[in-house]
């Protein structure tokens, strides 16, 4: 009996310890972890130069109130953070959460609009599907109507224009004419919203949990930027989980050079050490916000010195190991290992993702790309098999959280070749089992 409770009734082994990619629950049994919890842990667990840098600040101190103290480990990693951001974004604002960190994005940019004048804007456009946090205003610009839903009378649900799911078209366009198409929805959108009262555009560079990793093609990055150059609208990069290093760059952003005006970090941010997040804000838009008045928000917790301190360290270990390259050379090869699991699963129908941010989709049938039937619960029943297995993944459902099925394949990015391969194993002993449970073809080992 717990006295805990989240979202449902299921139970899992007490967890033990933790070192580099592994975990042991109190039963001595080892998982190797293939998601990183939530995407979280980007440089392993219980890594020593970051415990060691937490023992030597709680020694310190654990905690100085921002409006009695400014505190070294705060400043410290806001100027290494601002050094890594595209030219003039270099104002930090720390949270302890992802929707924390969308939340300051989307009412700092509201206060930026009324300190400019321009206080007719405030819808902020999204895409459909999307997942941009659980608290009311990031919730109001998820595209997920299964988690928004309930709450729809307690909050403004924002526009959504579809997300860039080129791999479901069945058209003759090029990739970079869909890139194109998808962008300019943006648009369309704006104008049927009226541009003077369209305040921002929210979107993950490279998907996260509610598209499975998607990545659009290199023509939509361009062009949605220069749409928000046109209407004068912020561009909201939700960084939560495509940030930090990795899908290859630090900034996911940084893949296709497309600078936002606001960013959202957090989970790999701090790696699972801390509850730890951040919002970066172009200096104009934060100066005039403190020039009018002062940003109306804040956090109990914002800018604690013993999670600056470990997520200094976090940072330190990035660049020590060098895991920004590691992302994309180890994500190369575990996406070539993913793409040859299509060649024995007929119902993997994709896999796509950047650096170690990868997925693959299950179907009923190519061609069309329809998904497995629901009842089959598939999202669910894979994951739980590879965990009895000793392989921790992570999975959605794919279109818009109803129907379909991805799977997240992202380990820390210090996972070895030899790791790569033990993942590889138990997620194709896994499938094989899937398979043979639901009745669904799989032919020779790929």
Known sequence: MSN??????LRRPLLDRAEGVYMWDVSGKRYIDGSSGAMVSNIGHSNPVVLEAMRRQMEKSTFGYRLHFENEPAEEFARQI????????????FVSGGSEAVESCLKLARQYAVATGQASRWKVISRFPSYHGSSLGALSVTGMSLMSAPFSPMMNEMPKIPAPTCYLDKDNLSDHERGLKYARYLRD???RQGPETVLAFIMEPVGGASTGALVAPDSYYGEIRKICNEFGILLIADEVMSGAGRTGEYLACDHWKMRPDLIAFSKGFGAGYVPLGAMVADR???DAVIDNGGFIHGFTYAGNPLACAAGLAVLGEIDRLGLVKAAR???DKLKARLEALKQRYGFIGDVR???LLLAFEFVSDRDTMEPLPVELSAHNRLVDIAYERGLIIYSRRTRG????DHFLVCPPLITTDAQIDEIMAILTDSLDAFAKEKGLDYGAAA
Not at 82 to 93: I, K, N, S, T
Request: glycine share 18%; proline share 3%; charged share 25%.
């Open 353 to 355: 993702g950047k650096g």
């Open 82 to 93: 601002a050094e890594r951001m595209p030219l003039g974004l270099d104002r930090v604002f």
């Open 329 to 331: 050379t180890q994500g």
């Open 189 to 191: 959108e704006i104008l």
């Open 401 to 404: 959280g109803r129907i379909g």
């Open 4 to 9: 805990l409770f989240y979202q449902t009734r």
């Open 284 to 286: 104009r838009i934060a």
